[in-house]
């Protein structure tokens, strides 16, 4: 209610939102916390541009809860785990931070910021300390490393790779 009161006196209207990335995550996965994980979005998977986005995040479907400390996107630099800039934090309910009871998703407040297609990007998700999983699908690509945060640092060394799509299930852009 607060945000179509906010829409009707600033005078925006209210976004459509259209799916450009999108992974089914279809596997539990295990217990992982005080890790940062870098999900690479590829260019090649991304069908539409923007300017306003949000981050659709996915729990295990039973058992534990998917514990978020933090999280952020940015562009990412070549081919490496890093960012061109700082990533651009992503925020639930205003908050840094959610906790995702299992079987369910959350979707990260809109976030205005510049997606192009062309460009390859990478969703930070900084676990919290404890038990803490999120579904997974065996394709994509990520890097992690444990005890670490890195939702804020464009530039990061020491992470490790893996063939996998952790968490991130859906990225959609806003008209």
């Known amino acids: 209610m607060i945000g179509l009161a906010t829409m009707l006196m600033t005078g925006r209207k209210a976004l459509t939102w259209s799916t450009t990335w999108s992974k089914s995550l279809t596997i539990n996965g295990g217990t992982s916390g005080e890790y940062s994980y870098r999900q690479v979005i590829a260019a090649a998977d991304i069908s539409t541009s923007g300017s ?12 534990t809860n998917f514990v978020i400390q933090a999280a952020a996107i940015g562009e990412r630099s070549g ?9 651009t934090q992503l925020l639930f309910g205003g908050n840094a931070g959610t906790t995702i009871t299992a079987g369910q998703s959350r979707i990260s407040d809109a976030l205005v910021f510049s997606l192009d297609e062309t460009k390859s990007y990478i969703v930070i998700i900084d676990f919290a300390s ?5 579904k997974y699908a065996s394709s994509g690509f990520i890097y992690y490393k444990a005890l670490s945060d ?6 990061v060394t ?14 959609e852009v806003g008209a």
């Open 150 to 155: 890195s939702y804020n640092q464009a530039t």
């Open 130 to 134: 404890g038990a803490t999983a999120a």
């Open 158 to 171: 020491g992470y490790s790779t893996a063939a996998q799509t952790n968490g991130v299930s859906k990225i």
């Open 79 to 87: 081919s490496t785990a890093n960012c061109v800039a700082t990533p």
């Open 52 to 63: 306003t986005i949000r981050v659709t995040f996915t729990a295990n479907s039973s058992g």
